[in-house]
């Protein structure tokens, strides 16, 4: 079994992987692919619907078996940690995640917490502050006692990603996590990402729009149409040409007076 050092006593990537082929019922999507992410970056998974975003997402936490190569967390291999090692790793949030119908938000968000200490460990005070905080930080405090069968869908995302954040975990891996929301709740999510990385936070997120990789990523999977993945710095791979290749649609960047930037269709 791994120890989770590196060779000189050096702390290997939060996340390496290694020649992985994913996708459903063995069936790969992709050529090998590798790539590694540190704690604290970003990593953005680009590109059109049914690409396989999902499929990855999904194999990175072991949530759908590889068709070959190897996942590690934190050093070790995915396959080699318990249920609590993995979810102090890993949390997993998505737009189709099941609800439990008659929970309050508070309570899923407490679910959070059930991951990290256990199924029958009674929540403790630390376990409250984690699960109010996870509220406060994504402005679920005034439903915190709304039913989930009482939100929108865009609220109930919101409650799902505030679970997982509660689970403490060193990784958040969300699955088109604005999807349902409307653009201000998605420019608040981006600047509450944004915030937890530079305290640490490892994200790895799938979207459609690049204008939230560009406001978010260190790092890209950029999917192109010939079902090749390209991995690299944000700053590489966020470019008109490149993403023109991978929708089919004439990109352009657009640069305000005050330096923001931002991604548009040609038309």
Same mark, same amino acid.
């Given at each position: 079994?791994?120890?989770?050092?590196?060779?000189?006593?050096?702390?290997?990537?939060?996340?390496?992987?290694? !020649?992985? =082929?994913?996708?459903?019922? /063995? +069936?790969?999507?992709?050529?090998?692919?590798?790539?590694?992410?540190? !704690?604290?970056?970003? &990593?953005?998974?680009?590109?059109?619907?049914? !690409? /396989?975003?999902?499929?990855?997402?999904?194999?990175?936490?072991?949530?759908?078996?590889?068709?070959? /190569?190897?996942? +590690?967390?934190?050093?070790?291999?995915?396959?080699?940690?318990?249920?609590? @090692? =993995?979810?102090?790793?890993? $949390?997993?949030?998505?737009? =189709?995640?099941? *609800?439990?119908?008659?929970?309050?938000?508070?309570?899923?968000?407490?679910?959070?917490?059930?991951?990290?200490?256990?199924?029958? !460990?009674?929540?403790?005070?630390?376990?409250?502050?984690?699960? *109010?905080?996870?509220?406060?930080?994504?402005?679920? @405090?005034? &439903?915190?006692?709304?039913?989930?069968?009482? &939100? %929108?869908?865009? @609220?109930?995302?919101?409650?799902?990603?505030?679970?997982?954040?509660?689970?403490?975990?060193?990784?958040?891996?969300?699955?088109?996590?604005?999807?349902?929301?409307?653009? %201000?709740?998605?420019?608040?999510?981006?600047?509450?990402?944004?915030?937890?990385?530079?305290?640490?936070? $490892?994200?790895?997120? %799938?979207?459609?729009?690049?204008?939230?990789?560009?406001?978010?990523?260190?790092?890209?999977?950029?999917?192109?149409?010939? /079902? =090749?993945?390209?991995?690299?710095?944000?700053?590489?791979?966020? +470019?008109?040409?490149?993403? %023109?290749?991978?929708?089919?649609?004439?990109?352009? &960047?657009?640069?305000? @007076?005050?330096?923001?930037?931002?991604?548009?269709?040609?038309?």
């Amino acid at each position: 079994m791994s120890s989770g050092i590196a060779p000189g006593g050096a702390r290997p990537p939060l996340l390496e992987v290694d !020649a992985l =082929r994913f996708g459903p019922g /063995g +069936r790969a999507l992709a050529e090998p692919l590798s790539f590694s992410l540190e !704690a604290g970056h970003c &990593l953005v998974l680009l590109g059109p619907n049914g !690409a /396989g975003k999902t499929s990855l997402l999904r194999t990175l936490i072991g949530a759908l078996p590889p068709v070959d /190569g190897q996942v +590690r967390w934190g050093g070790r291999a995915l396959a080699e940690l318990t249920e609590r @090692e =993995r979810a102090a790793q890993v $949390a997993f949030a998505a737009p =189709r995640t099941p *609800d439990a119908a008659d929970f309050t938000v508070e309570h899923l968000v407490l679910v959070g917490r059930v991951a990290a200490r256990g199924l029958f !460990a009674a929540p403790t005070a630390a376990d409250r502050e984690q699960v *109010d905080r996870a509220l406060a930080q994504l402005g679920l @405090e005034r &439903l915190r006692h709304r039913s989930l069968t009482d &939100l %929108s869908d865009g @609220e109930r995302q919101l409650a799902q990603i505030a679970r997982a954040l509660a689970q403490g975990a060193s990784a958040l891996v969300l699955d088109e996590p604005a999807a349902s929301l409307d653009w %201000s709740r998605q420019c608040a999510l981006i600047a509450t990402l944004r915030s937890l990385a530079t305290q640490g936070q $490892a994200i790895v997120l %799938s979207t459609h729009d690049p204008n939230h990789a560009l406001a978010l990523a260190d790092q890209v999977l950029l999917w192109q149409p010939d /079902g =090749r993945i390209h991995w690299g710095p944000a700053a590489e791979l966020l +470019r008109p040409e490149t993403l %023109s290749k991978t929708y089919g649609v004439p990109v352009q &960047l657009h640069v305000a @007076e005050d330096g923001a930037r931002v991604f548009g269709i040609a038309v």
